[in-house]
């Protein structure tokens, strides 16, 4: 039954870069809010405008650009200031000005905090609260408070926490979200404080967990258990601290172990892919041993239970991993590669037999590549490549060969920096050189490529070079450790990547580049070659 | 106060090299149960003998190596195989031979398991428990029970599951620990389960839980709040699939959330410092956010808190660092302001007044490099000479100038790649030239570098670049958009980072290198310029 009434509210893009080594351009925001819109997350909390420049500038795009399916957009900011009318407050202002259906203000409701941190008094706070919630649902907003501290506060002075409750709720804030800012508590004490605040207040709440005694995830059960109709989260668990609760197991839990189809079953199957693609996005490992959307989450290693996964997987597995898009390994023989390859060369239009010698040939390439640094999890254009090559008997003859190539970047006394690229191709037979300027070697290459091969090929003329990425793999640097460049294109309305590795960090970026402009030639324009299946799969990655 | 009788039990060695990724020697085996024997755990599993030969081998060397001052030794293994005399069964011989005080046995409790995995019957089962309990209580040992898959079982058969739980205690198990070995329970049903266990069997109980729904620290609180009198857990949740309980969790939680001092306090205060030889022990790389013992785990970010923390850092912390040998850190970030700044510069030793003027000057700089892409998150060499430079005046005249740089790098037409750099510094008025190859432009400048400057910088020489990573900034590539580079160096015991940003990555990579010397110069050997708490503080970032 899909509970169309529950409200997932994801504080990634606000609460989640709080997170050690998380920072997120703009363009990196929006595009995770569609991965997240994608999965049928219903709240995105963008951000706090007016307080954060990239914030603001953050809702400004998503206004134009951002073209949500399934969710609306919240805005997060604070309660007016004390002692001053709502209507002057530059920071309510600001909410209003994101142009947001939803704004999340915060509040105290933890009376040490508003004497000491606020500095006001415990009647101005609650005037603070009614008045700011007041003014934003007359603006036309739908207002969810988050109750800071509240389960400390509650501790503190019960009656002044349901007081908080109580004022925002009848000021027409929609939920009242009970927030557990440090992190301290168990479950026990969650479900107890949520359903005594219930019964109290009759306000529709929410809960917002983070993960100070690991207890997170299950502390946001407990809520929804004790009647919390709202429960916020992050991808990943990404946060302060040790985090906030991780929305993809809270969903997943509410789904497969409580019966609630908070994300209708279809959409559950992208959990997994959501979390790879939000990783890609923000660059922070998450962790292999995730539960759900993990790559280890259902990866069996004991030699007492890989006899009995034989004869029934269900013995030794708590759902299954279709269900949330994961996959079962076992580590002493890895068969699950297969299957995905098999999977990804149909959704590429391949016609091929399960089992096939040359779908164990694909698999057995990309394990050897993976061993050696290569991820094809955004560069899907490599991994097309790499299937063609395999599934369709050679990727068929490039229709340009390499000579050679340079790059220099030097710094002159005067302080100026020049980067100059040269490449000699042949051509149809013909030798062709070009030279390019950029900024910095992969740039002054990437020119110079297009320079040389744009005039045959006009089709290159589209691609953009958006993003790249360096990282070096397994150690230190210049003692023979491999170096993986990612490089993302836009190619007109789509995009996608490739992946190149070597010792050397340019070597490599040339192979990724290589790539790009094979993948335009062989795949790419679908109108002229008439595989829109397979440009339409590489972009989806 | 102290409670001797909780059996507090790790399984790291056994359950945790379950563990993608994780293998032991014998060796390293060794070295992790004295760490966890000085943090007061009660009791080591130590393997599977006669199973897995490594085992045999670490219960062998045991004996004579390894000196316990508090934990047991615990031997892991099967009851006798059906059908015969526990007498003449060769793996229980060999738990037997092991020669540890207890034995822990495993054993199934759902019925689907007992037909389908092990297929005998479910009498039969019964009886190899009760006749495997008696031979091994016979023979003097300690014999704890783990009922595998018992809530599952219980589910499917509640009368069967209570059976295996009477049989042990009556043979004279010590203890039957309730397995939810396929991970898949919530706190709410594992409390009841095992207070229904409890009430019906009378048995002290234990509890091994999995984290695949994100609950195994919640489940085993909620165990333990029920009434079991044995926790089993790994050090880090190091564990099959998503990981078993984090130990270190479920004991920091007994202790600071329920008063129950399963270790003293005093050694609690160990408990992070044990997390990181662990991490060191097995390679195994720890959630920074783990709960309690992770370097994060006290880190904030947030501006508004920040400012909070400065007037009392209890309201933001559920509590004190100390208590479990970790320490509060603060971020500097573009939420952060003045609050962040302050409290960083105090971290790092230096005596600002609240909301002074240079303050406000680092904070203003800070946000406008961080508009233009900076990130100091994870370059803290390179904010601790912008702080120096603001608060201290100037960073000091760098003893060297650069002139001059470049760097090539080209492909000929056999294919091989040369990358070559040159510098020219000047040095005390002195010129300088040097040239050095390497994997790509930056680590070729870096070579270069050094070989100019380390003959008279000698300290220079313990750098270690052991990563960098390329970040391209908003938007297109060549398009005027900015490159971060982030660089991460070891530096003899210590790590850390610095960071530059510029149009061209190679220029990007050349400022980064050069704080890189420049922090080793006026910041580094803090022996040398008398900046211990400078030092210091930078390097624990």
Redesign the interface.
């Known amino acids: 039954m899909a509970e169309q009434s529950f409200q997932l509210y994801d504080t990634t893009l606000r609460d989640g870069?709080?997170?050690?080594?998380l920072?997120l351009?703009?363009?990196d925001k929006l595009a995770v809010a569609r991965r997240l819109d994608a999965l049928g997350v219903g709240f995105i909390e963008g951000g706090w405008p007016g307080?954060?420049?990239?914030d603001t500038e953050f809702f400004r795009r998503a206004r134009g650009e951002l073209d949500l399916k399934n969710a609306v957009l919240a805005a997060f900011g604070?309660t007016r200031r004390p002692g001053i009318p709502v209507s002057v407050d530059a920071q309510v202002r600001a909410l209003l000005d994101a142009e947001t259906p939803v704004v999340t203000l915060?509040a105290k409701s933890h009376t040490?905090?508003v004497q000491?941190?606020l500095r006001t008094t415990l009647a101005e706070n609650l005037a603070m609260i009614g008045s700011t919630v007041r003014h934003l649902v007359h603006a036309g907003r739908r207002v969810f408070l988050d109750a800071e501290?509240y389960f400390d506060g509650y501790h503190v002075n019960r009656e002044y926490a349901l007081a908080v409750v109580r004022t925002a709720a009848e000021a027409g804030a929609e939920t009242v979200v009970l927030c557990d800012?440090?992190?301290?508590s168990?479950?026990?004490e969650v479900r107890a404080v949520v359903a005594d605040t219930i019964a109290m207040t009759g306000a529709p709440i929410g809960i917002h967990c983070h993960?100070?005694?690991?207890?997170?995830?299950?502390?946001t059960?407990?809520a929804v258990?004790a009647g919390a109709v709202h429960a916020q989260g992050t991808a990943h668990?990404y946060?302060?601290?040790?985090?906030n609760a991780?929305l993809f197991?809270v969903i997943a839990?509410l789904v497969l172990?409580r019966g609630r189809e908070v994300v209708p079953l279809e959409r559950l199957r992208d959990l997994s892919r959501t979390g790879r693609a939000i990783t890609e996005l923000t660059?922070v490992r998450s962790?292999?041993?995730?539960?759900?959307t993990?790559?280890?989450?259902?990866?069996?290693?004991?030699g007492l239970h890989a006899?009995?996964l034989r004869?029934?997987p269900d013995?030794?597995?708590?759902?299954d991993p279709a269900r949330v898009g994961n996959r079962m390994r076992t580590?002493v023989s890895d068969m699950g590669g297969r299957s995905s390859i098999e999977l990804k060369a149909r959704e590429l239009g391949y016609d091929v037999a399960a089992g096939s010698e040359e779908v164990a040939r694909a698999a057995a390439r990309v394990k050897e590549l993976e061993n050696r640094g290569y991820s094809f999890e955004s560069a899907d254009a490599s991994f097309v490549l790499l299937l063609r090559e395999e599934l369709a008997g050679g990727p068929g003859a490039p229709p340009f060969e390499?000579?050679?190539?340079?790059?220099?970047?030097?710094?002159?006394?005067d302080g100026e920096?020049r980067?100059e690229a040269s490449v000699?191709l042949r051509v149809d037979g013909e030798s062709v050189t070009a030279t390019g300027h950029?900024?910095?070697?992969?740039?002054a290459l990437?020119?110079a490529l297009h320079s040389a091969l744009d005039p045959y090929f006009p089709a290159l003329t589209r691609l953009?070079?958006?993003?790249?990425?360096?990282?070096?793999l397994n150690?230190?640097?210049?003692s023979g450790?491999a170096?993986r460049v990612l490089i993302s294109y836009?190619d007109g309305e789509q995009r996608w990547g490739t992946v190149g590795v070597d010792?050397?960090?340019?070597?490599a970026s040339?192979a990724a580049l290589l790539d790009a402009v094979h993948y335009v030639l062989l795949d790419g324009p679908a109108e002229a070659h008439g595989s829109p299946s397979l440009a339409a799969a590489a972009t989806a990655g």
């Open positions: 870069t709080q997170q050690e080594g920072v351009t703009v363009e307080a954060v420049p990239k604070a915060v040490g905090h000491h941190a501290h800012t440090n992190g301290g168990l479950p026990d993960d100070d005694t690991g207890c997170a995830v299950a502390n059960m407990a258990d668990g946060g302060e601290r040790c985090g991780n197991t839990n172990k660059g962790d292999p041993a995730a539960p759900y993990g790559l280890s989450a259902f990866t069996h290693k004991a006899s009995a004869v029934d013995l030794y597995q708590h759902t580590l390499v000579d050679s190539w340079a790059v220099g970047v030097s710094r002159r006394r920096v980067t000699r950029g900024n910095g070697p992969v740039n990437d020119t953009e070079l958006v993003d790249y990425q360096v990282r070096v150690g230190q640097v210049g450790a170096a836009r010792e050397n960090t340019v070597t040339w």
